[in-house]
C-alpha cells in the first residue's frame, strides 16, 4: 500500500509539473507544432530508450559473468525494468539497487556478490557521469566565453569541487587508511567552528562515506583478476546506456521540426540528472521537468518547450513505469508460484 502511495505521489507531482508547463507555454503555434508531430522520429525515440535499457541489461549480465555467474539475458531484462519502477517511486532513485540485487540472487546470484555488480554498476555510473559533468563545464564556459558572459570563477569552483570528489572516491579505492584520515581531519576542522549539533552531523556523514566507500572497495575487490575484463565491458554498456538515453530529447526536438542541438542537449541532460538525484521527490519526479524546461527554454522556442518537456518525460519517466509495472507483476506471479511449490507436500 505504501508503494501504490509512492507511484501515485510521483505521477501526481510529474502530471502537475508537466501541466504548468504547458500551461505556460501552450499558444496556437503550439497546436500547429503538434499537428506537424513527425511520429517517426517519436518511434525511434522510444526505441532509443529501449536500447538504453537493453544496454543496461547487457551490463547486469557481463558484470555477472565477471563474478563466474551465467545470468541469463532473459533474466536480466525484467530485472532491469523492475528496477526502473522502484527508481521511479523513490527519491533518488535509490529504490532500484535493493531490487536489482534481490533479483540477481533470485537468478542464482550470492547475496554478496549480488551487492557486488550492484555496487560497481553504480559506480561506473558515477565516474562517466563525472567525467560528462567536467566536460559539460568546460563546453559551458567556453560558450559563455563567447558569449561575454562572466561565471569563469563559478565554473571553475564546481570543476574542483567535482574533482575533489572524484579524488575521494580514487582514495577509497586506493588506500581506505587515507581516505579515513581525510574525512576526519576534513570533519574535525568544520567541527570546531560549527555548532555542535552541525559537527556532529558532519561527523556521522563522513562516517557513512568511509563505509560506503568500504563497500565499493570491497565489490571492485571481487572484480580483481579474470573479472577485469568484465569491467571494462560494462564501462562499454553504461557508455551506451547514457548515450542512448541522452538522445531521446534530441531525437524528440527533430520529431517537432527542431534543430537537435546534439551538444546543448546532451549539456541540458547531464545537468538535469544531477538535478534529479537530489533526493526531495520520489523519482526526481518534478524536479526533472521544471530544471529541464529552465534549461532548454534557453535555446527552444517557448511555444515548443512544453510538448518537447512533456514528450521527453512521457518516455524516459512515465514509459518507465508502465513497463515495470509489467514486469512487477510477473515477478510477484513467479514469488507466488514459488511459495505454491513450497508448500506443496
Known sequence: MRRRGWLFVSVLISAGVLGLVLALTVDGATVAALGHLDWRWIAVAVLSHGAALLCWAGRVRVLSAGLGYDVPFRACVPLVLANVLAAAITPSSAGGEPVR??????????????TAVVAVERLLDFFLLLAAVLLAIRFLGRQMAVL??????????????????????????????????VLFAGAGALGRVLPGGAAG?????????????????AAFG??????????????????????LEF??????????????????????QILVNV???????????????ASAASL???????SSLGLLILLWRLIVYHLNIVLGLGAGV?????????RGAVREP
Open 101 to 114: 540485487a534481490h533479483e540477481l540472487y533470485r537468478a542464482g546470484v550470492r547475496a554478496g556478490d549480488a
Open 148 to 181: 561575454g558572459v562572466e561565471g569563469g570563477l563559478l565554473l571553475e569552483a564546481i570543476g574542483v569541487v567535482v574533482l575533489a570528489v572524484a579524488g575521494l572516491f580514487l582514495l577509497a579505492l586506493v588506500s581506505p587508511g587515507a581516505l579515513r584520515r
Open 201 to 217: 552531523r558532519l561527523a556521522g556523514t563522513a562516517a557513512r562515506v568511509e563505509r560506503e566507500a568500504g563497500h565499493f572497495r
Open 222 to 243: 571481487r572484480f580483481a583478476g579474470r573479472g577485469r575484463g568484465h569491467l571494462v565491458g560494462g564501462l562499454l554498456f553504461s557508455a551506451g546506456y547514457w548515450l
Open 247 to 268: 538522445s531521446v530529447a534530441s531525437l524528440v526536438l527533430l520529431a517537432l521540426g527542431l534543430p537537435a542541438d546534439w551538444v546543448l542537449s546532451v549539456l541540458c
Open 275 to 289: 538535478i534529479a538525484l537530489i533526493p526531495l521527490t520520489p523519482g526526481g519526479a518534478g524536479l526533472a521537468e
Open 296 to 302: 532548454y527554454g534557453l535555446f527552444v522556442p517557448s
Open 330 to 338: 510477473a515477478i510477484v506471479r513467479r514469488e507466488a508460484s514459488r
